[in-house]
């Protein structure tokens, strides 16, 4: 299912920036063998993330998540408050 089919039509802009942000960065990921997905956006702004791969074990994934992707989302979408990383096991919709 697509995630933009959870949420109302005004809010497919939010999620289409925050998405653009991720994009901007996923080469970088990519180029060492991880990757972030979008798992949702929580109704007090807060963007949770899945990260993928090589990042999902990564002991440098928490300075990844909050110097480089919780900024560049800020930077992209300030309506944001902050940006987590879900783990694994956690559930895909809050």
Known sequence: MNLFNHYKMQDQSLLSRVESALNQLRPYLEADNGNVSLVDITDDMVVRLR????????????????????????????????????????????
Do not use: N, Y
């Not at 909050?66 to 919709?93: C, F, H, N, T």
């Open 51 to 94: 990260f993928h791969g090589a990042c999902s074990s990564c002991s440098m994934s928490a300075m990844t998540l909050k110097a480089g992707i919780e900024q560049a989302i800020l930077r992209s979408v300030p309506e944001i408050r902050e940006v987590r990383a879900i783990r694994e096991d956690e559930e895909s919709m809050a």
